[in-house]
């Protein structure tokens, strides 16, 4: 039969074909908006509601597992999708860390807070440098996510970085001096919270291998109790050794 002789489609088929181009449409336009919400998010640092879900998400599974055992597919599982469908909002993990890293920080920097006039840059700079180390042990893993997390997008920290060299440079040093001096603290830093983060528990220091490991090396070992008997924290620790790091460079 050909198309002239065709039997005229009812007013039901008509609908259900309207029904089927508009899921088609539906779909379509999806799958463009999750793309143009991928592209505005990589070029503004900015994430819509659905990309937030899945950061709140992958951060209570990091403070669960470590990140180490994190991953796409646990934390689609977490959010009762399929995991493929986290790849429309982050290209892979890597990309999702980073996105991590800038919340983790955003809790803790959320207004800009510039060198008072009359406050010493070593003042300041020990504040601000107290408020990273407090982001990153907001949660578990949070030194290893932050320091190995791209400048961009975790804009958070570039601010972090720009707010330092604003407050060294205004207090009379030239830009190498701040450079070096701004690398040295936040180094530390990370390095201090990837350590406190990474250290043994009270139970595997308890162990006997630890307590004949730490028996070969004395002075380790006077240095570890010296601490307990003092009662000093991680803290305490962190600051005393900031301390050091600024009033050292205080001459420069």
């Keep these: 039969?050909?198309?002239?002789?065709?039997?005229?489609?009812?007013?039901?088929?008509?609908?259900?074909?309207?029904?089927?181009?508009?899921?088609?449409?539906?779909?379509?336009r999806a799958r463009i908006n999750a793309r143009l919400d991928k592209k505005k998010a990589k070029l503004s640092g900015k994430l819509n509601l659905k990309q937030e879900e899945i950061v709140s998400a992958a951060l209570e599974l990091l403070d669960a597992?470590?990140?180490?055992?994190?991953?796409?597919r646990a934390i689609a599982k977490r959010l009762d999708i399929r995991a493929p469908a986290l790849y429309w909002h982050f290209q892979n993990k890597?990309?999702?860390?980073?996105?991590?890293a800038e919340a983790?920080?955003?809790?803790?920097?959320?207004?800009?807070?510039?060198?008072?006039?009359?406050?010493?840059?070593?003042d300041w700079l020990l504040a601000h440098t107290s408020r990273l180390r407090k982001a990153m042990l907001a949660h578990r893993d949070g030194g290893r996510v932050v320091a190995g997390a791209h400048l961009y997008p975790a804009m958070t920290l570039i601010e972090w970085f720009e707010d330092s060299f604003v407050a060294l440079t205004s207090a009379g040093l030239d830009l190498q001096t701040a450079r070096h001096i701004i690398t040295t603290v936040s180094q530390y830093t990370f390095g201090c919270?990837?350590?406190?983060?990474?250290?043994?528990?009270s139970e595997e220091q308890a162990n006997p291998d630890f307590e004949a490991?730490?028996?070969?090396?004395?002075?380790?070992?006077?240095?570890?109790?010296?601490?307990d008997d003092t009662g000093a924290s991680a803290e305490e620790d962190f600051v005393v050794g900031l301390e050091y790091i600024l009033n050292g460079s205080s001459s420069a």
């Design 1 to 28: 039969m050909d198309d002239q002789h065709k039997e005229p489609l009812t007013v039901k088929q008509l609908e259900q074909q309207r029904e089927l181009i508009n899921r088609r449409l539906d779909d379509q």
């Design 65 to 72: 597992v470590g990140l180490s055992n994190l991953s796409l």
């Design 94 to 100: 890597e990309a999702l860390v980073d996105f991590m």
């Design 104 to 122: 983790i920080l955003q809790a803790e920097f959320k207004d800009a807070w510039p060198r008072q006039e009359g406050q010493t840059w070593q």
């Design 193 to 201: 919270v990837i350590e406190e983060q990474a250290a043994p528990t």
């Design 213 to 227: 490991f730490v028996a070969q090396y004395p002075n380790v070992a006077a240095a570890m109790y010296e601490a």
